[in-house]
T-cell receptor, first 112, second 110 residues
Framework: AAGVIQSPRHLIKEKRETATLKCYPI?????VYWYQQGPGQDPQFLIS???????DKGSIPDRFSAQQFSDYHSELNMSSLELGDSALYFC???????????FGPGTRLLVL | GQQVMQIPQYQHVQEGEDFTTYCNSS?????IQWYKQRPGGHPVFLIQ?????EVKKQKRLTFQFGEAKKNSSLHITATQTTDVGTYFC??????????FGEGTQLTVNP
């Protein structure tokens, strides 16, 4: 069965650089979620999109922005990267009215 | 802030022993979900509980939702090395975002 695809899987950046993370949801899933997971911590909700519109916003820094495109894939844009942005970034997708969010494999971002 | 508290943070067991993790909330939960995250992996949905006092079983895993819908537990009978990972409870809140507990990291010694 098709799963959520995230790219890249690993990313190394310098401080103050920018990064773009991509997420391709499961086909026919209309909602995408982004989560950030620091080392040894639980995932923290960043932002979500439903039918290409932002549907909810969590603790996402102003330096980050995201959008969902017409083909339902989503991108998380991160600027002025800081050391503390080093984390695992998960994308999850869901089909409306179903209970399950399916998580992608994550992008591991390391900021040096 | 964290709405759901989860204990213990770590649990080490011998293979064949039982394991339980608990989630507690000061407020009534509309639902509780459980996820498993293997080392280096991503959260994988296990189950959702919605009804007061609900008990669901998946093979060696038993999930309970408290009568007051303020607590939940996951019990694994006769752990196996394949059970290793971090178990998270999570609440789906407004906008369908997930708010996770801190997780319980389970290690199983063969």
């Amino acid at each position: 069965a098709a799963g959520v695809i995230q790219s890249p899987r690993h990313l190394i950046k310098e401080k103050r650089e920018t990064a773009t993370l991509k997420c391709y949801p499961i086909p026919r899933h209309d909602t995408v979620y982004w989560y950030q997971q620091g080392p040894g911590q639980d995932p923290q909700f960043l932002i979500s999109f439903y039918e290409k519109m932002q549907s909810d916003k969590g603790s996402i820094p102003d330096r980050f922005s995201a959008q969902q495109f017409s083909d339902y894939h989503s991108e998380l844009n991160m600027s002025s990267l800081e050391l503390g942005d080093s984390a695992l970034y998960f994308c999850a997708s869901r089909r409306t009215a179903q209970e399950t969010q399916y998580f992608g494999p994550g992008t591991r971002l390391l900021v040096l | 802030g964290q709405q759901v508290m989860q204990i213990p943070q770590y649990q080490h067991v011998q293979e064949g022993e039982d394991f339980t993790t608990y989630c507690n909330s000061s407020t009534t939960l509309s639902n509780i979900q459980w996820y498993k995250q293997r080392p280096g992996g991503h959260p994988v949905f296990l189950i959702q509980l919605v009804k007061s006092g609900e008990v669901k079983k998946q093979k060696r895993l038993t999930f309970q939702f408290g009568e007051a819908k303020k607590n939940s537990s996951l019990h694994i009978t006769a752990t196996q090395t394949t059970d290793v990972g971090t178990y998270f409870c999570a609440q789906e809140t407004s906008g369908s975002r997930l708010t996770f507990g801190e997780g319980t990291q389970l290690t199983v010694n063969p």
